[in-house]
């Protein structure tokens, strides 16, 4: 699986942006799809997911949940991340990743960076205040 982030820039805060990621290979439907970031100086965390094949079952850490939304379009080779009333805190890399999905899976799963077996390259987003 071949993942591309992109979407990225610099914002003002309150802005909105939508990243996307577009992938290429077989069997999609047999991962999730998740989003991560990484901001400076800090840890790469989890931001949303999403079942690839369902184009549901989507998942949110709770602090974004209400603020960002993650689909998938029609042709199932797109992901966004919606992302609304950006702030500076937002700032960081974002990237997306394919872990496979097993039959039974939790947020726990989801949010855990070393079941991603694929990675984008990373889109940068910036929020000036």
């Known amino acids: 699986v071949q993942l591309q982030a992109s979407g990225g820039g610099s914002v003002q805060a309150g802005d909105s942006l939508r990243l996307s990621c577009a992938a290429s290979?077989?069997?999609?439907?047999?991962?999730?799809l998740g989003w991560f970031r990484q901001a400076p100086g800090k840890q790469r965390e989890f931001v949303a997911a999403?079942?690839?094949?369902?184009?549901?079952?989507?998942y949110y850490t709770d602090s974004e949940r209400g603020r960002i939304a993650v689909s998938r379009d029609e042709g199932g080779n797109t992901v966004y991340l919606q992302m609304n009333s950006l702030q500076p805190e937002d700032t960081a890399v974002y990237y997306c990743?394919?872990?496979?999905?097993?039959?039974?899976?939790?947020?726990?799963?989801?949010?855990?960076?070393?079941?991603?077996?694929?990675w984008g390259q990373g889109t940068q987003v910036t929020v000036s205040s």
């Open positions: 290979g077989r069997a999609l439907d047999r991962y999730v």
């Open positions: 990743a394919a872990a496979t999905k097993p039959r039974y899976y939790s947020a726990t799963y989801l949010a855990t960076q070393r079941h991603y077996n694929y």
């Open positions: 999403i079942d690839w094949w369902s184009g549901h079952g989507t």
